[in-house]
């Protein structure tokens, strides 16, 4: 019953705070499989490129 109370998906503010809480996570998640994935190998490096 407390749950309930705290979590009244009736409010807007609840579903805001949520899409917010979901946005952050994927963009952090779709960010470091970027970064450390697959993909990963296709990345330059430009320090490296003007190294002479």
Known sequence: MLLKFYLNMDSPA?????FLWFLLVGVTGYS????????SKKLRDPFEENEE
């Open 32 to 39: 470091i499989y970027i970064s450390f994935g697959p993909p």
């Open 14 to 18: 609840v579903f805001f705070t949520f």
